[in-house]
Every structure is written in structure tokens, then in C-alpha cells.
């Protein structure tokens, strides 16, 4: 019998493959998990965050509101400063779709006013003769989008020569949903810019004082306990009162985000230097010093995506303490100011106790900070829980 073995210290047959290198090619793996392991983090991210209910169906709600701001103009049935003298604080109108047992459509009841002598308060009531089918897709008041373009188009629209009052007016007679809508632009946009403002300085500060720390990391945090040791809404109120009123519109709203942004940047500066002094020490990261890496790469694409999950959260939860102090500042006067139109200006109406307790519509504009608070809030939760590698 012949041994098939070669002899000792002769050379062994061996093959090499000339097909090129697959570097995403996986053996012994099914479908399903070659689907999961080769997805990117965005994709992982997207499949958890999906799976939070609560927190994808306030994603998309806060999605249609971004959306209705670009458009407003179109969704709002009247124009922001159209003034309905003949219905001064009208309350708000019901939407009917049958009328005697017979379907009309969408509609509302025509009103007629009647002006108590007593206490010279308007009371207004419902006509059942006079059918008011609301338009849709019409032609309607007229506004510039954006204000540059002049246009009439509207989702929907009074009846000829009719009035549509979801939400009711106010003292001039000013439709509420319609100022809400156009409101929603401002208090959602000053929330973003504030925060990404925000961001700017606290990564770029609290980046640099935790990877480098030394005299400049304790020059930084003596800021940071300055201006934390300030109380906030005193402050916002001092720097806001600085703004001269002479200034225009828009300048006051880049200056409103700017002072929420320059107050809000230390918590995330405090948060990343506290970070960054722990993953500093990281071989990757020594590994990334070894290779020529400057600060700001190492910083920006090692150490950051590190903790992502809390940047994130910080962000969901920044914005709507933006949003609040745009409508706190407003709401007592340091604020936006007229013609610019947001939600704390709309609730300034509602300051006096009287006007409350007779127009009690006017707090709508309450309403759609808490829902867009809550909503942020849960999102958060949805992007923290998916962004931290360790669940």
C-alpha cells in the first residue's frame, strides 16, 4: 500500500484564487442576517426607530407641520392681516355636513350679531336659513408667498361673499387659525436655528476643552459656571430689552435667536467636554494620533459619533425650550414684535383676565405648543433609544 502523503520538506500543491476580493461577501449566513450586518448605521437606526410607535407618529406629525410652514400661505383660508370688522371676537364656527336630514358637505351656518347694551358685548348667533359651503382648491384673499410672489390659491375657502371661522377672530376681527398657521412658521424656524446655533458653539467649545484641556478647558469652564449661575428668563429679558425697537422685523428675529443660542450652548459644552476626556484615552484614538490625524478630524469623526444618542436628545429637548422662550419673551413684550406673528405674540392677546373669561378662544395658540412640545419630546426618546449602540 502507497502512502498518498508527500515526502518530507517537498513542496505542498496549493491553489490561489484570481477572482477579485468581495470585501461585503458573507458565507455561511442567511438572507436575513446578510440583510443586518451589512446595512449601514443610519439603516440600523431607521429599523429601531421604526418600531417606537409613539415616537414615528410624532416624527410625522412634526414633519406636517414643517411642511404646512413652507406653505401656509396656502393652507391658511384668510390672509394674516385680513380684518373682518363686521365679526370682532367671533367664536369659533361648527363644521357641518348635513343640513335638514340632507348631506350638503362641508359647511357652516351663517351669523348674525347683536350688540348687548348693557355690557356692549357682541353676541352672535347662528342663521339655519343661510348654508355656507366651504370651497375648496380656490381662489381666495390675496398674499405674496414668502412675500415675494402675489397669489389667491387655498386649499379652502369661504362661501362667496361667506365667512369661515374655525377658531374664531380676535378684537380686530382677525381670523385665529389662519394667525396660527402663519405663527407656526416663525416659533418652529427660531427653534431650529437657535439650536443648531447652539449646537455650534457647544461642540466646537466643549470639542476643544475636553480634547485638549489644560488652561483653556479651565478658562471654558469658568464661563460655563458664569453664565449657568445666571437666572434665564431674566436675562433673555436684558439682553432682549437691549434690541433697539427701531430696528426691523426680521433683524429682531435673528436677534431673538441668537440670544436664545448664545444662552443655551453651555449644558451640551459641559456634556461633550465630559465625553471627550473619557474617549480621549481610547486606543482608536491614539491609534488616529499615530497616523498623522489633526484634532479637529479626530473630534469630528471618531470621538462625536461616539455618543450621538445624546446629542441627539439634546437636541429634541433644546428645541422646544427654544420655542418656549421665543413665546415667554414675546408674551411679555421683549420679544417679536408686530407685524412678525408667532405663537407668543397670538397669546399676548390673552394676557387680561376679562378678555379669558368672555373670548376664551384666544388661547388656541396654547395648543399647538404643547402638542409640538410633546411631540419633540417623544421623538427624543425615539432617536435616543435607536442611536445608543448598546441596546
Known amino acids: 500500500m502507497t502512502s ?5 520538506g517537498a513542496p505542498l500543491d496549493h491553489f490561489v484564487s484570481t ?44 414633519a406636517a407641520f414643517y411642511l404646512m410652514i413652507l406653505i401656509c400661505e396656502f393652507v391658511a383660508p384668510y390672509n394674516l392681516h385680513t380684518r373682518n370688522v363686521d365679526f370682532i371676537y367671533t367664536p369659533p364656527q361648527r363644521v357641518h355636513l348635513f343640513h335638514e336630514g340632507s348631506f350638503v358637505g362641508p359647511f357652516v351656518y351663517g351669523r348674525t ?4 347694551m348693557d355690557t356692549l358685548k357682541r353676541d352672535y348667533a347662528d342663521n339655519p336659513n343661510d348654508v355656507q359651503k366651504l370651497r375648496f382648491f380656490c381662489s381666495g384673499d390675496p398674499y405674496k408667498f ?7 390659491f387655498h386649499f379652502v375657502c369661504p362661501a362667496e361673499g361667506g365667512q369661515f371661522f374655525a377658531l374664531g377672530t380676535d378684537r380686530l376681527g382677525r381670523d385665529v387659525m389662519s ?47 458664569v453664565l449657568q449661575s445666571l437666572p434665564s428668563i431674566p436675562l433673555w429679558m436684558a439682553l432682549a430689552a437691549i434690541m433697539p425697537v427701531t430696528w426691523s422685523p426680521i433683524v429682531i428675529y435673528f436677534g431673538i435667536t441668537l440670544i436664545l443660542g448664545l444662552i443655551d450652548w453651555t449644558g451640551l ?62 408674551f411679555l413684550g421683549l420679544g417679536l414684535r408686530p407685524p412678525i406673528t408667532s405663537w407668543g405674540i397670538l397669546l399676548v392677546e390673552a394676557r387680561d383676565v376679562s378678555v379669558i373669561a368672555f373670548y376664551p378662544w384666544l388661547l388656541f395658540p396654547m395648543i ?15 432617536l435616543r433609544d435607536a442611536a445608543d449602540p448598546y441596546r
Do not use: C
Open 146 to 152: 414668502w412675500g415675494v410672489i402675489p397669489g389667491t
Open 4 to 8: 498518498s502523503l508527500p515526502a518530507p
Open 179 to 225: 394667525r396660527i398657521i402663519y405663527g407656526a412658521r416663525i416659533s418652529l424656524t427660531i427653534g431650529l436655528l437657535g439650536v443648531a446655533f447652539s449646537f455650534l458653539l457647544g461642540i466646537v467649545i466643549g470639542g476643544l476643552a475636553g480634547y485638549h484641556g489644560g488652561v483653556f478647558d479651565l478658562i471654558v469652564q469658568r464661563i460655563i459656571e
Open 368 to 382: 399647538p405648543v404643547i402638542l409640538v412640545i410633546l411631540a419633540f419630546n417623544f421623538m427624543g426618546d425615539g
Open 19 to 62: 477572482a477579485p476580493f468581495d470585501p461585503l461577501s458573507v458565507e455561511a449566513m442567511t438572507e436575513e442576517q446578510t440583510k443586518v450586518y451589512q446595512a449601514s448605521q443610519l439603516r440600523l437606526m431607521w429599523w429601531k426607530f421604526k418600531r417606537h410607535r409613539v415616537a414615528l407618529w410624532s416624527a410625522i406629525f412634526l
Open 113 to 116: 350679531m347683536t350688540l348687548d
Open 269 to 330: 459644552a459641559r456634556a461633550v467636554r465630559s465625553k471627550l476626556l473619557s474617549l480621549r484615552e481610547e486606543d482608536y484614538v491614539l491609534a488616529a494620533q499615530l497616523m498623522g490625524a489633526r484634532p479637529s478630524r479626530i473630534i469630528g469623526r471618531h470621538l462625536v459619533p461616539g455618543f450621538m444618542s445624546h446629542l441627539i436628545a439634546s437636541a429634541t429637548i433644546a428645541i422646544p425650550g427654544m420655542i418656549l422662550g421665543e413665546t415667554a419673551l414675546s
